[in-house]
């Protein structure tokens, strides 16, 4: 599966992508606000190993965990996943995380959209949720900037090196008509 905007390529992962994705994946900084991480070598090639897997899977898939290319540069910058959480209930959750030196060029806003607009059109979704940690703002921008709106706060939701950490709760409805246009 890929889907092109007019600069990433979000693609299916690969072995040969191990460099690139431990490079992001095993950065602190990185991984500060994630329940992953950082990564070491291991744990890189048990990622992807498992999304690899779920992209060859001969059942309904449910987990659409992408790599995210640079076209100009021809780079792996990142990685964006759908995952959905009930087929019944045509709901799923989305994530992100781009390499330090991508960060502030609106390359997550644009993978975004890209992969919200998948959900709804293609795979018929009704709600895609994300959620981030108060204290990471850029994130916060991010969901704004594409049209998700917050829905609330869970309260020591997460506990991540040895701290209970709030997570803010976004989403988006198929019929809401609130995300941006895809890049084209």
């Not at 994630?34 to 987990?63: C, E, K, M």
């Not at 198929?174 to 084209?184: I, T």
Request: hydrophobic letters at 40%; a negative charge.
């Amino acid at each position: 599966m890929e889907l092109k905007t007019p600069r990433l390529l979000l693609r299916e992962f690969r072995a040969s992508d191990h460099e690139a994705v431990h490079a992001f994946a095993s950065d602190t900084e990185v991984t500060r606000y994630t329940d992953w991480g950082p990564n070491d070598p291991h744990d890189t090639a048990a990622f992807l190993t498992d999304v690899t897997q779920d992209a060859n899977t001969s059942t309904a898939r449910s987990r659409f965990a992408l790599a995210v290319v640079n076209l100009e540069h021809d780079a792996l910058i990142g990685s964006i996943e759908l995952h959905i959480t009930s087929a019944a209930h045509q709901r799923a959750e989305i994530g992100y995380v781009l390499h330090r030196h991508s960060w502030g060029k609106g390359y997550a806003s644009e993978a975004a959209t890209t992969l919200l607009h998948f959900g709804f059109d293609k795979l018929d979704l009704h709600k895609i949720s994300a959620t981030c940690d108060p204290d990471h703002a850029a994130s916060t921008r991010v969901l704004t900037k594409i049209g998700v709106r917050h829905e609330g706060r869970l309260r020591h939701h997460l506990r991540l090196r040895g701290q209970w950490r709030d997570r803010l709760v976004y989403a988006a409805l198929s019929d809401g008509h609130q995300v941006q246009d895809a890049p084209r």
